[in-house]
């Protein structure tokens, strides 16, 4: 029997939100043409939507077609295991990133660099900006973080540069190769430091790196109970 992504998502978040601790928080991305069968799924399951966030690519490609506007947007659903259980959020330093004024839920990033493919190409990798972001406004230092539609490995890479953990899940071999080779990259902290400074969505280029310095360490136990 053949899955559609759809039905796969609504198994995957099925057993994801059993192991989620109840203050974690969820997000998934989209288009137009998933996004709201994606906020339906996640509010069926219990799920409590807390933003839609709209990433605005600032270098969209063109529409060939030229019957529609350009396509420059992605949702990114934001949501917390319950509705009662309150979530993580890093206000303070979500308000700091967007010059000491409240963070909006529009994010104007720019599409993927060159430097972000040098371990191979994923025809749907996301930019490190954009996961970066979302990985410091809802974790804390040392936290799991699971991604198990994860393709290249953006979530990974950007959990592991921000001193958080990360287990990884896809179905296609040739992904987790790449994923590996990102991996093995950034073991070389000369190369952390480097992507650490080239990640937009800063003020400046250290920025990021004196953020990961004054965050307490959280102590985690080891175990990863699945
Ligand atoms: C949108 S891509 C993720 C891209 C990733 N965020 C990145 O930056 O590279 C979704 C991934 O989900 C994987 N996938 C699709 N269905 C799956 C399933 N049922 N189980 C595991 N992985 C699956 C695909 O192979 C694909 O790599």
Not at 21 to 26: F, S
Not at 69 to 79: G, K, L, N, P, V
Not at 200 to 212: C, I, V, Y
Request: charged share 25%; hydrophobic share 35%.
């Amino acid at each position: 029997m053949e899955l559609t992504l759809l039905k796969c998502v609504r198994i995957q978040q099925i057993s994801v939100r059993d192991k989620m601790k109840d203050d974690a928080t969820i997000w998934i991305s989209g288009t137009i043409h998933n996004i709201f069968s994606v906020g339906q799924i996640l509010t069926e399951l219990g799920f409590k939507i807390l933003n839609v966030v709209t990433w605005e690519k600032t270098n969209p490609p063109p529409n060939f077609s030229c019957r529609y506007f350009t396509y420059s947007t992605e949702q990114i659903i934001w949501a917390r295991k319950s509705e009662k259980v309150p979530h993580y959020f890093n206000y303070k330093l979500m308000k700091q990133l967007n010059g000491d004024k409240q963070m909006k839920d529009v994010w104007k990033l720019n599409a993927i660099a060159p430097w972000e493919k040098t371990c191979g190409k994923h025809p749907t990798q996301k930019p490190l900006s954009v996961l970066t972001r979302l990985i410091l406004a809802s974790t804390k230092p040392n936290a799991w973080i699971l991604d198990p539609f994860t393709g290249s490995s953006t979530t990974g890479i950007a959990a592991n540069l921000a001193n958080r953990r990360f287990l990884g899940i896809d179905q296609e071999a040739d992904f987790l190769t790449i994923s590996k080779n990102r991996k093995l990259e950034i073991e070389n902290p000369k190369t952390a430091t480097t992507y650490r400074q080239k990640i937009g969505g800063f003020n400046d280029k250290k920025e990021l790196e004196l953020f990961l310095v004054e965050e307490p360490i959280l102590e985690y136990g080891n175990e990863l109970i699945l």
